[in-house]
């Protein structure tokens, strides 16, 4: 795998999202029905329980540790989950810092998830599979007030695609075939 080179220059950032904001704009503007995106990914079983999973032109491997069975070769799914909505969450600052013109020079997001495995393994049915709570720790330095990012905070925790799959119920639906 091969990791590309980040922009981290904070005047080119500002002009990559004024760019890519105003070209959504401009094309939902003429076609709304381009709004509508679909994301696909797919996955392969390898190792013990790993699966290496492709999304456009990038792949990686996500597993378990020992104790869930796994080789503990990457992350696990539920650490990928947290991985997926702290990135979510960066993304969404920056853009809504720069539409609102509040100025983030550094941003650091943590995530804790709580998981009780009675759930996973049907010891117990009233315990759910998934988190029971997730909890984001974010930290912004920047010339701007507590006010101000606390703000943005409330615009993020309102258009972050991540945030609200874990917090509104999305449909899923599965078709199992013989292969």
Same mark, same amino acid.
């Given at each position: 795998?091969?990791?590309? *080179?980040?922009? %981290?220059? !904070? $005047? ?5 999202? &004024?760019? +890519?904001?105003? @070209? ?44 869930? *069975?796994?080789? %503990?070769? !990457? $992350? ?5 989950? &947290?991985? +997926?909505?702290? @990135? ?92």
């Amino acid at each position: 795998m091969t990791e590309t *080179a980040l922009v %981290d220059d !904070a $005047a080119q950032r500002s002009a990559r999202l &004024l760019e +890519a904001g105003t @070209a959504w704009s401009r094309r939902i503007a003429a076609n709304p029905g381009s709004a509508q995106l679909t994301y696909k990914a797919a996955g392969v079983g390898v190792g013990s329980v790993a699966t290496r999973i492709s999304a456009g032109k990038h792949q990686f491997t996500v597993d378990e540790p020992a104790a869930l *069975a796994g080789d %503990d070769t !990457a $992350a696990s799914p539920v650490e990928y989950a &947290l991985g +997926a909505i702290i @990135a979510c969450q960066v993304v969404v600052y920056r853009l809504y810092a720069e539409l609102l013109g509040i100025q983030v020079d550094d941003i650091q997001v943590d995530a804790e998830g709580d998981l009780d495995v009675r759930g996973l393994f049907g010891i117990d049915e009233s315990v759910r599979p998934g988190f029971s709570d997730i909890r984001l720790a974010v930290r912004i330095s920047g010339p701007e007030s507590q006010e101000s990012y606390e703000e943005l905070g409330r615009f993020v925790e309102a258009r972050c695609p991540v945030q609200d799959l874990f917090s509104n119920a999305t449909p899923v639906s599965a078709v199992v075939t013989k292969g």
